[in-house]
């Protein structure tokens, strides 16, 4: 059984799920009221674009949050019915078993993401009139990127525990820490450094702290591909605005590392897909069932 047959039928099982269906709705009403808010509050002079990366915080929020209910019953939902015994009863390696739930959660976040984009889109040009299809395609791409890094982890962790429970309390740690939580504790790591919480400057450490997690790697490259400041922090203790100043600015020089760059932010989304996975599988691969 080959690894594509393994994840379109994990595409069939996990697109029956309520869940992914009321996860796909929700994010796409999300999407249309996000890139709808500069309209309705008569934002005068906002431009397509702008408006367009009102949709980083409901992406920001929901497709990690998708990606993980998706992807932490992966494995260890079928492990605990049977049905992963009986099959890897038949020719197949526990390690196609592992990339085929990849592909197939994969293909179902990314389903969703496109969907609630596509309408977006739509409002988008009816609300604000035409914008760059490229760009928006590639905003496209990197929100997908985000949905597979969670869904990485998510799948990774389902493979590494042996109960739902604690697949759960994992990933929804995880959510916390990574979504929620990550620039407080960057800026706690900057006030033991430093002894003061971080300013309009910070060095290039604090920015690097930062960006090692997903969604801020995220927001790096919305930024990169719509041209515009989208930060969408929740609980940053920066100055207002200091995250979407230019990064020279933020530096206080006009020599930007190159570890600050789009392309490392790429970097970031692709170790969080790959590490966990495979993480996960050396502890799936000697797990008994």
């Known amino acids: 059984m080959s690894v594509a047959t393994l994840a379109r039928k994990d595409v069939r099982d996990a697109s029956r ?10 994010f796409t009403a999300f999407a249309l009221l996000g890139v709808s808010l500069l309209a309705v509050v008569g ?3 906002a431009t397509a674009l702008q ?31 049977g049905s992963l015994k009986l099959l890897l009863g ?3 390696s526990r390690a196609a078993v592992l990339a085929g739930k990849l592909l197939g ?24 009139g ?49 979504v929620l939580f ?9 006030y033991v450094a430093a002894g003061d919480l971080p300013g309009a400057t910070v060095p290039s450490w604090y920015l690097f702290l930062e960006r090692l997690s997903p969604t801020m790697a995220y927001q790096v490259l919305v930024e990169a591909t719509l041209g515009v400041g989208a930060s969408a922090s929740i609980f ?25 760059s789009p392309p490392v932010a790429v970097v970031v989304l692709g170790l969080w897909t790959v590490v966990p996975t495979l993480l996960g599988y050396l502890r799936f691969r000697r797990r008994d069932l």
């Open 130 to 178: 035409g914008f760059s299809a490229v760009r928006y395609a590639a905003f496209t791409l990197a929100t997908v990127g985000l949905g597979v890094a969670f869904v990485g982890f998510a799948v990774g962790v389902s493979a590494a525990v042996d109960t739902r429970g604690k697949a759960l309390a994992a990933a929804a740690g995880a959510y916390f820490l990574l």
């Open 90 to 92: 038949f020719p197949v």
């Open 51 to 81: 408006a367009v990366g009102a949709l980083t915080l409901p992406s920001v929020l929901l497709v990690p949050l998708a990606a993980i209910v998706v992807g932490y019953v992966a494995v260890v939902g079928e492990s605990r019915d």
């Open 17 to 26: 799920s309520r869940t992914v269906w009321a996860l796909t709705a929700v």
């Open 182 to 190: 990550w620039q407080p504790l960057v800026a706690g790591i900057y």
């Open 236 to 260: 940053s203790l920066r100055p207002p605005g200091a995250a979407t100043a230019p990064l020279a600015e933020q530096l206080g020089t006009d020599a930007v590392p190159a570890f600050l």
């Open 43 to 45: 934002a005068g002079g």
């Open 105 to 128: 959660r994969t293909a179902v976040v990314a389903g969703s993401i496109a969907v609630a984009f596509a309408v977006a889109g739509v409002l988008g040009v009816a609300l604000y």
